[in-house]
């Protein structure tokens, strides 16, 4: 079977014939070269209305398309592009299917390196098919444009916002995640973590969309609280369960920090030396080792020890079902956090009292929304952002994260060759 045949079993486009094809180059290094011809009784197309036209002249030489790889051989389609004397534009260069405006790639090989791009590093994926990493960028971003232009949000109902570090010197994107209990996608992102920031989003959103939210998840970040209110008041805002611990954990690693200095600065035994994940790990991830160490500081009285307690006493919040009775037991922990006399772990109990309501929605929303979901899609944006290690702009970051997490879609094609 001919490699003509193949083609126009596969992809046959309209007013266009594959001429002769022929391998150029060493064995080792070969391209197959497949020429277009237009049928004789084609009118080319515009470029910028679509509408066709006489032809007016050819360019020079003929323009060169890379293609989807062959066994291992590059493929490369050879057109010799027209003029077409459009009545509304005037002299334009014509429209060709196989590729938007002046892409030296046909859109079938963008495709075929987005798919790629998605399972290997962007720099693999170039390297693998011996092309260039802007290539595959420039597929991306061609992936990413469409299927945001024909991706649906009408069924949002709950949604999480978080930031991620993204760069060094606290350089945040902040992040919106659809965190409805059947869908968990990425909605939105934007540079840094201000208001004008989460603003950008809810405008994005539209208003109509933003009146149908019912939960909103979040941390205690000021500017998002301050948005969140006034632009989605409507929806029960939940403060994010993996946040308040995460505030607890950093509370805890302060003080251990600071009491463990002491110790050596008055020469006494560094008995904390080593235990910073004992305090850290949930005790079920503890190894028989950490298990027995912790057991032995358990006995002095530290106020390392007495803030790990007060720690893994908060725990027993999100075990209630009742409302009420997890206020009660709220209040009684930050009550007695105050009397501990441990300034961080006091700094996290007047945070609490601060943000009580949002943190007692918690019970409100449960079951209705996945509460681990945001946490869950920032470790997968940060493996994204990892994988993407190099990027310096915004843009390359945000394109990468969309065509990760946003679960675009895709044309239809009678056969995708991967």
Same mark, same amino acid.
């Not at 084609?42 to 066709?52: A, D, F, L, T, V």
């Not at 011996?130 to 290539?135: A, L």
């Not at 939940?238 to 302060?254: G, P, Q, S, T, Y």
């Given at each position: 079977m001919q490699i003509q045949t193949i083609l126009n079993f596969l992809i046959k486009y309209s007013s266009f014939v594959y001429g002769k094809c022929q391998l150029v180059g060493e064995p080792d290094d070969c391209t197959l070269e497949i020429e277009i011809l237009?049928? @004789?009784?084609?009118?080319?197309?515009?470029? #910028?209305? %679509?509408?066709?036209?006489?032809?007016?002249?050819?360019?020079?030489?003929?323009?060169?398309?890379?293609?989807?790889? =062959?066994?291992?051989?590059?493929?490369?389609f050879v057109y010799t592009m027209r003029r077409v004397d459009c009545s509304r534009c005037g002299v334009k260069v014509e429209r060709v299917p196989w590729a938007e405006g002046k892409s030296p790639t046909t859109d079938m090989y963008n495709w075929f390196l987005s798919q790629w791009a998605t399972m290997l590093s962007w720099s693999d994926t170039a390297r693998m098919f011996?092309?260039?990493?802007?290539?595959v960028f420039n597929a991306v971003e061609m992936a990413v444009e469409w %299927?945001?232009?024909?991706?649906?949000?009408?069924?949002?109902?709950?949604?999480?916002?978080?930031?991620?570090?993204?760069?060094?010197?606290?350089?945040?994107?902040?992040?919106?995640y659809q #965190?409805?209990? %059947? !869908?968990?996608?990425?909605?939105?992102?934007? $540079?840094?973590?201000?208001?004008?920031?989460?603003?950008?989003?809810?405008?994005?959103?539209?208003?109509?969309?933003?009146?149908?939210l019912k939960f909103v998840a979040s941390?205690?970040?000021?500017?998002?609280?301050?948005?969140?209110?006034?632009?989605?008041? *409507?929806?029960?805002?939940?403060?994010?369960?993996?946040? #308040?611990? !995460?505030?607890?954990?950093?509370?805890?690693? $302060?003080?251990r920090a600071t009491e463990a200095k002491k110790l050596h600065a008055e020469d006494r035994e560094p008995i904390l030396k080593n235990?910073?994940?004992? =305090?850290? @790990?949930?005790?079920? @991830?503890?190894?028989?080792?950490?298990?027995?160490?912790?057991?032995?500081?358990?006995?002095?009285?530290?106020? *390392?020890?007495? !803030?790990?307690?007060?720690?893994?006493?908060?725990?027993?919040?999100?075990k209630y079902i009742h409302h009420g009775w997890a206020e009660k037991f709220l209040d009684n922990w930050c009550t007695k956090t105050m009397r501990s006399k441990i300034e961080p772990m006091k700094k996290v109990a007047k945070s609490i009292r601060k943000h009580k309501p949002l943190i007692l929605n918690w019970f409100k929303a449960r079951g209705e929304i996945n509460q681990g979901a945001v946490e869950g899609m920032n470790n997968k944006s940060k493996l994204t952002i990892r994988k993407a290690y190099g990027f310096r702009s915004f843009r390359t970051a945000e394109i990468a994260l969309y065509h990760t997490l946003e679960k675009l879609p895709e044309p239809e094609f009678t056969n995708r060759f991967w």
């Open positions: 237009p049928r @004789k009784n084609g009118r080319p197309e515009c470029s #910028i209305c %679509g509408s066709k036209g006489p032809v007016y002249d050819h360019q020079p030489r003929p323009r060169r398309f890379d293609f989807i790889p =062959f066994w291992g051989v590059a493929v490369v011996k092309t260039s990493w802007s290539t %299927g945001r232009r024909h991706v649906k949000h009408e069924m949002v109902t709950a949604i999480g916002v978080d930031e991620i570090a993204w760069q060094r010197r606290h350089k945040y994107l902040t992040v919106v #965190i409805d209990a %059947g !869908a968990r996608r990425l909605l939105w992102v934007g $540079e840094n973590r201000t208001t004008k920031t989460l603003l950008k989003f809810f405008r994005w959103f539209g208003k109509e969309r933003t009146e149908q941390d205690m970040w000021k500017a998002y609280l301050k948005v969140i209110a006034f632009k989605a008041g *409507s929806a029960l805002h939940v403060l994010d369960r993996f946040h #308040i611990v !995460a505030n607890m954990n950093k509370a805890i690693d $302060e003080v235990s910073r994940w004992l =305090f850290l @790990k949930r005790p079920a @991830k503890l190894t028989v080792w950490q298990d027995a160490k912790l057991a032995d500081l358990l006995q002095y009285n530290l106020k *390392s020890i007495r !803030a790990y307690v007060l720690k893994e006493d908060f725990q027993q919040f999100w």
